[in-house]
């Protein structure tokens, strides 16, 4: 960091207009598990917000305000410190958007294009802010937001919260209603000081026990080559399961009294197993840890990492590997503790070449995603999955409507698109065959 940068924040810290904070327990796993610099652009979160109805560009800035007020992650940077990073909260901070006029013909190609450049442009993690809006305006009356942030600040639930805030003070600045928003009722840094009172060494003692237990003899599904570079821009292929399909998914999980989530778990370990030829398979999947009541309305990086392992007995029932997998998985989530301690108990060394643990993620992403419509205005919040170098594979299932939309992130140097086209293929072929013979063994569910 520039002198020039050290004396502006001394300024800000010894007036008051800034504080300091340490990194909360998620954002502790970016810096010390992650394969990736905190700083990379694959830790960007995306999404697309379609914005119908007449709004000025100065009515636009003026209700982003109101939000930078409410939520002090947005007016977040990361400085670097002896004992490791840790966070920077202003008092006051301008928002940041800019707008782009478009053509209402413009192809949908041409959209991907801009709101890409607007995805990967890098974040100045020390000056900040982590986050950027770019509105496309197509008319008056019709508008993109394209809105990426840095997964240090936020996740899922996170973007979700913001299209909440942007609508009401759209609303406040339409009405001449107050000047800001409501306070959120706690503050993200108030939740970290919560998180790191709670998680001592009494609560977590029984938790690593259970997963040095549950974690015993796991193995690498593949190896990854010496050679071979690290791609943090994992390749992302797109496939439904529609209504047809995941209807009866969603029956099978009522009578088989599993959740959605273990039925395509247990499903995805079928396919996996086929894939890749292994019959023990530990994947990764997201948590909300938004347990109380009192942070739904914050923006911040909440969410935990769950380790679930699968081990496959080809001559067995799937109804009875679903019913292995339901139970395991609910232990599992019982036991979640923060990743980066997890990590330390385990005693694996974070590696440039893979992520701790686990290399593959599987989420069932069901967080509130708001569209958000009143009298001449509505907010549609379309979340676009881009990965992490974290994992070698990802497989991130959103319900959509009736459908299920299956989306395949990859790294490239590991894995080419037909290998995962295939992948794909076999999925959606077990996931039939367990609607139809829940009883068939796993070993030819993928005929």
């Known amino acids: 960091m520039s002198e020039e940068k050290r004396a502006r924040f001394r300024q800000w810290l010894e007036r008051g207009e800034a504080c300091l904070h340490p990194l909360t327990l998620p954002q ?3 810096w010390e598990t992650s394969s990736a610099p905190a700083g990379d652009v694959s830790n960007h979160i995306c999404c697309l917000i379609n914005v119908r109805g007449l709004i000025t560009p100065e009515e636009c800035v003026a209700s982003l305000q109101r939000v930078v007020n409410r939520q002090e992650v947005l007016r977040l940077s990361i400085l670097p410190g002896k004992n490791g990073p840790v966070q ?48 496309l305006r197509r008319a008056p009356d019709d508008q993109l937001m394209v809105f990426a942030i840095h997964h240090a600040i936020a996740d899922g639930w996170t973007l979700g919260v913001f299209v909440q805030d942007l609508c009401a003070a759209y609303v406040q600045q339409r009405m001449r209603g107050p000047d800001k928003l409501p306070p959120v009722p706690t503050s993200y840094c ?11 060494s009494a609560e977590l003692e029984p938790r690593i026990a259970f997963w040095k237990s549950r974690l015993t003899g796991i193995r690498r599904l593949w190896s990854v080559p010496d050679e071979a570079d690290v791609v943090f821009l994992p390749r992302r292929l797109i496939s439904q399961l529609p209504a047809e399909i995941s209807g009866p998914v969603r029956e099978l999980a009522r009578r088989s009294g599993a959740t959605l989530f273990s039925t395509l778990l247990a499903a995805f370990q079928v396919t996996l197993s086929r894939w890749s030829g292994a019959e023990d398979i530990v994947v990764g999947t997201p948590v909300a840890n938004r347990t109380r009541q009192d942070v739904r309305e914050t923006m911040g990086y909440f969410s935990g990492v769950v380790p679930l392992r699968g081990q496959l007995e080809r001559g067995r029932p799937f109804s009875e ?14 036991s979640a503790m923060p990743f980066a301690e997890l990590v ?5 060394r974070p590696s440039p070449k893979h992520n701790p643990i686990f290399e593959v993620r599987f989420a069932l992403q069901n967080h509130p995603v708001p569209d958000v419509e009143i009298r001449e205005l509505s907010l549609k919040l379309r979340m676009r999955s881009t990965g992490t170098p974290r994992f070698d594979l990802g497989c991130e299932i959103t319900e959509l409507g009736e459908a299920l939309e299956v989306v395949w992130l990859f790294r490239k140097d590991l894995f080419s698109q037909p290998e995962i086209e295939e992948l794909g293929r076999l999925f959606r072929t077990v996931v039939e065959n367990i609607c139809r013979v829940p009883e068939r063994r796993t070993a030819v569910l993928t005929n």
Do not use: N
């Open 28 to 30: 502790r796993e970016l």
């Open 88 to 135: 920077l909260i202003r008092a006051r901070a301008e928002p940041v958007m800019r707008f782009c006029d478009i053509s209402p013909q413009t192809p949908v190609e041409k959209i991907e294009e801009l709101a890409l450049q607007t995805f990967s442009e890098p974040f100045d993690l020390v000056q900040g802010p982590l986050y950027r809006v770019e509105v």
């Open 190 to 200: 108030a939740w970290g000081a919560a998180e790191r009172a709670f998680w001592q």
């Open 321 to 334: 590997h679903l019913r292995i997998v339901h139970q395991s998985t609910v232990d599992s989530f019982a």
């Open 344 to 348: 330390r108990a385990i005693g694996e």
